[in-house]
């Protein structure tokens, strides 16, 4: 089923790019919330080419239900040399630097904490009482958890749910099921259920509006606004993935002690004033912009890799507190960003190496070039090796804009890793670099 919509809308796209009008595409029966590229749909192609193809090239005889096929990884050999190996030189900036500098972000303080914290118990409350009288867990996840995140950022929370309980709302089935289709069916059917656990509060609760199910997305969730007494309402969507793929992803992140993390918050907020970030907008996600600031970090030596976390850290973690960021955190970051400028502009070999946390060192792509055709940003995720955060939103338009604007930003603050602002007429250098970008 997905590889005949992926294959029609392919032809939608290579016959009118991007003028497809929405009448050809609902026609054709594809979702209108689809995010399709051409590149990423033939990435798409090359992961499951190399799924029914053993690495000798020889048609593989069948697939095995228990392990499954080999899923290739996108990191291949490391790239010789030490790149960015030298001590680093972190200027701290005066910690009223941050707050002069136009359109970068305050502490993530624990007021934000707090106020995270307190909707999170919030939904805690009306999760148990929806699904009663089995255990369900709220996990926090996403930026808020980890301390990247911008004002008025989504509170990002996954349900964890008992094994009786995922029976139940799956109910009786003698059809066998995939395990994809198993986990999506029970994540809209958990949906549904806390929908209806919020509409039948009524008028008995108005900390609680707006609610709207999304079901046509890959992983199902429940959007609603959360109004605490005193406190600007937060805009919350909770998702079902029994996986925990998200909460793992978070936990890692979360668990880091090294200066990325403020880095990431930094370079984030680039991101989204030079409108550079944003799955629907054909670019990397916010996470995917974390990665990169943490990749930076670990080839300066200042992370370790995140493959070689602990299991408490990479699994168990899931009830970490949210990380706060400081001012001085801030400001330290603020002197690692012209580096990490230079580096993506200039030293990482764009169209050849893999962005890989997991590793957390320089390595080359692994993918046959007859398979990678399009040439653009790629960026492993840390716990699904074969998946790339990048290539399946930008096209090479996109692709070639985000390296423009890493360039931009790399004239404007310096030349080389850990160059601070010398004075105060620098601060207009920082003001443009990170200036909004206006649509023309």
């Known amino acids: 089923?997905?590889?005949?919509?992926?294959?029609?809308?392919?032809?939608?796209?290579?016959?009118?790019?991007?003028?497809?009008?929405?009448?050809?595409?609902?026609?054709?029966?594809?979702?209108?919330?689809?995010e399709l590229t051409e590149a990423g749909l033939n990435f798409a192609a090359s992961r499951v080419e190399l799924l029914l193809l053993n690495m000798e090239g020889e048609e593989a005889s069948g697939i095995d239900v228990d392990e499954g096929p080999r899923r290739p990884m996108l990191a291949g050999e490391f790239v010789p040399g030490s790149p960015l190996h030298e001590e680093p030189s972190i200027h701290s900036l005066p910690t009223s630097l941050s707050l002069q500098l136009l359109g970068l972000p305050g502490p993530y303080s624990a007021t934000d904490v707090a106020a995270t914290e307190s909707c999170r118990e919030a939904l805690q409350s009306q999760v148990s009482a929806a699904f009663s009288p089995s255990e369900a867990i709220v996990h926090l996840v996403g930026s808020r958890l980890y301390g990247a995140a911008l004002e008025g950022a989504d509170v990002d929370v996954v349900v964890e749910l008992s094994p009786d309980i995922q029976e139940a709302v799956l109910g009786e089935s003698d059809a066998p099921m995939a395990v994809e289709d198993r986990c999506r069916l029970l994540s809209s059917r958990s949906v549904l259920r806390l929908q209806r656990h919020f509409e039948g509060l009524g008028v008995r609760s108005d900390a609680w509006h707006r609610?709207?199910?999304?079901?046509?997305?890959?992983?199902?969730?429940?959007?609603?606004?959360?109004?605490?007494?005193?406190?600007?309402?937060?805009?919350?969507?909770?998702?079902?993935?029994?996986?925990?793929?998200?909460?793992?992803?978070?936990?890692?992140?979360?668990?880091?002690?090294?200066?990325?993390?403020?880095?990431?918050?930094?370079?984030?907020?680039?991101?989204?004033?030079?409108?550079?970030?944003?799955?629907?907008?054909?670019?990397?996600?916010?996470?995917?912009?974390?990665?990169?600031?943490?990749?930076?970090?670990?080839?300066?030596?200042?992370?370790?890799?995140?493959?070689?976390?602990?299991?408490?850290?990479?699994?168990?973690?899931?009830?970490?507190?949210?990380?706060?960021?400081?001012?001085?955190?801030?400001?330290?970051?603020?002197?690692?960003?012209?580096?990490?400028?230079?580096?993506?502009?200039?030293?990482?070999?764009?169209?050849?190496?893999?962005?890989?946390?997991?590793?957390?060192?320089?390595?080359?792509?692994?993918?046959?070039?007859?398979?990678?055709s399009h040439k653009v940003l790629c960026i492993e995720d840390p716990l699904e090796p074969d998946s790339d955060l990048a290539a399946a939103y930008l096209s090479a338009g996109r692709d070639r804009r985000l390296r423009a604007e890493l360039r931009r930003a790399k004239r404007l603050l310096g030349q080389g890793p850990g160059i601070a602002v010398r004075d105060g007429n620098d601060i207009d250098l920082w003001a443009k670099c990170f200036r909004l970008r206006r649509d023309v």
């Open 1 to 34: 089923e997905a590889l005949w919509a992926s294959t029609r809308a392919l032809a939608l796209l290579r016959e009118h790019g991007l003028k497809t009008s929405r009448e050809a595409w609902e026609a054709e029966g594809l979702p209108a919330h689809a």
């Open 211 to 372: 609610i709207e199910a999304v079901l046509d997305t890959r992983r199902p969730l429940l959007r609603l606004y959360h109004s605490p007494p005193g406190h600007a309402a937060l805009k919350v969507e909770v998702g079902f993935d029994p996986s925990l793929a998200a909460v793992r992803k978070s936990s890692m992140l979360s668990s880091l002690e090294g200066p990325s993390l403020a880095l990431a918050r930094l370079v984030r907020q680039w991101t989204s004033a030079r409108r550079l970030a944003g799955q629907q907008a054909g670019y990397p996600s916010g996470f995917a912009w974390c990665l990169l600031a943490v990749f930076y970090c670990q080839v300066r030596g200042l992370e370790p890799p995140l493959g070689r976390l602990s299991p408490h850290d990479r699994i168990d973690g899931r009830f970490r507190k949210p990380v706060v960021i400081s001012e001085e955190a801030l400001s330290e970051a603020a002197a690692l960003l012209p580096g990490f400028f230079a580096f993506y502009a200039e030293h990482f070999r764009w169209t050849e190496e893999v962005v890989s946390t997991r590793l957390g060192r320089r390595t080359f792509r692994a993918l046959q070039p007859s398979l990678s």
